[in-house]
Structures are given as structure tokens and as C-alpha cells.
């Protein structure tokens, strides 16, 4: 079992739509949890970032780790075909050995059609 | 601001060639990760370079080393090339006291793309 689980896609929504993306991690030692965007021959962007449980929002952008579940979601509202790239989920352990490097999902990659 | 430059953009490599990448971190950062992206695939992190050392490894062969200068700078060489070498090398850079206070924020490039025939 990998690490961390992302569904691939693609995903496919009408501009407008609210969209919902999400991994899961088997690492409880993960504390902290992000989501970067990847455009074509681009590298990844850093959209947002939690730290342990709860929620986040940033304009359109809302994250959400729940640790007991060991599942972390993005959601984007109002979805722009701007919005269309891989988002990529990552995250990392809090201390320790191996505490500065991320472990990211597979992506998913996202169309929006206007 | 420049943020974090990558050079070759694109090589191509045949298989047991040795390949050296190199990266300039986003201005005021000290601290420069590698990162392998294969198609379709998250990236998966080579290693990290602070104060010019080694300070760690992701599960990749000694085959992969790498340097960083003291102008922060950093390279990436592979020897005994592969076909499975062949990916996206991303290079991010960050703030050693960022990395320490808050979330990993790293600075990714645009990644220089490898295929190994």
C-alpha cells in the first residue's frame, strides 16, 4: 500500500461546478498536509496548507484534513477552466527523521469546460 | 524575482550515459530538494542539500548524488543511466528557518525533462 492515495482522474466539470479532490495516507506520523497545482511543463505550485486537523479557506479554495480518518480533501468553488491542471496532495511528518521531505499523491488531473 | 531556475529544460541521454542538472534557488532561499516526477506520477523526493551537505535521502540508488555550492546553487548528477531514469527532475528551494517554524513551503521550477534511450 503507497503512502499516500490519490484517483488519478481525469476529471472532468462544467465551469461553475463546485469540485471536490481528496487523498488518503496511511502515515500517522504526517502532520502536516498540503495541496500544489501543476500546470502543463510546469512545476507544482503551492495552492494551500494545513497543519494537523480542520479546515482552511482561501477565496474559492477550502481544504480539510481529518487525522482520524487519514483523509484530506480540496474543494474549489465557482471552478474556472483557469482551474484546469493536476493538483497534487502532499504532506509531511512534523519532526523527525524525514520531516523535511514531501510525499505527494499521483495527482488528479482536472478539466474544467466552459 | 527570478524564483528558481532549472537548466538543460529538456536532454535526451542513452542508457549507461551520466547526465549533471542544475538549479538556482529563488532569491533569499539556502535550502535546494530534488524531486523525480515519472508521467503520471507524483514527484518522489531524491534528497535534500542545506549548508552545502547532504542532510537527506529519499530511496534512490547511490547512483544519484548530488552538490550544492556556496552561492546556494545546486546540481544533480545520475550515473549509469537507465531507461527508468527517464522523468521530470524537479528542484525546489526554500527558507531553512521556514522549513523549522512552519509547513515545508518550497519554491518549485519548471524541471528539466530527461529521456534516456
Known amino acids: 500500500q503507497k503512502e499516500v492515495e490519490q484517483d488519478p482522474g481525469p476529471l472532468s466539470v462544467p465551469e461553475g461546478a463546485i469540485v471536490s479532490l481528496n487523498c488518503t495516507y496511511s502515515n500517522s506520523a504526517f502532520q502536516y498536509f498540503m495541496w500544489y497545482r501543476q500546470y502543463s511543463r510546469k512545476g507544482p505550485e503551492l495552492l494551500m496548507y494545513t497543519y494537523s486537523s480542520g479546515n482552511k479557506e482561501d477565496g474559492r479554495f477550502t481544504a480539510q484534513v481529518d487525522k482520524s480518518s487519514k483523509y484530506i480533501s480540496l474543494f474549489i468553488r465557482d471552478s474556472q477552466p483557469s482551474d484546469s491542471a493536476t493538483y497534487l496532495c502532499?504532506?509531511?511528518?512534523?519532526?523527525?527523521?524525514?520531516?523535511?521531505?514531501?510525499?505527494f499523491g499521483k495527482g488528479t488531473k482536472l478539466s474544467v469546460i466552459p | 524575482d527570478a524564483g528558481v531556475t532549472q537548466s538543460p529544460t529538456h536532454l535526451i541521454k542513452t542508457r549507461g550515459q551520466q547526465v549533471t542538472l542544475r538549479c538556482s534557488p529563488k532569491?533569499?532561499?539556502?535550502?535546494v530538494s530534488w524531486y523525480q516526477q515519472a508521467l503520471g506520477q507524483g514527484p518522489q523526493f531524491i534528497f535534500q542539500y542545506y549548508e552545502e551537505e547532504e542532510r537527506q535521502r529519499g530511496n534512490f540508488p547511490d547512483r544519484f548524488s548530488g552538490h550544492q555550492f556556496p552561492n546556494y546553487s545546486s546540481e544533480l548528477n545520475v550515473n549509469a543511466l537507465l531507461l527508468g531514469d527517464s522523468a521530470l527532475y524537479l528542484c525546489a528551494s526554500s527558507q531553512r528557518q521556514s522549513l523549522l517554524r512552519v509547513a515545508n513551503v518550497l519554491t518549485f521550477g519548471a524541471g528539466s525533462r530527461l529521456t534516456v534511450l
Open positions: 502532499a504532506m509531511r511528518r512534523g519532526s523527525g527523521a524525514g520531516s523535511y521531505q514531501l510525499t
Open positions: 532569491s533569499g532561499h539556502d535550502t
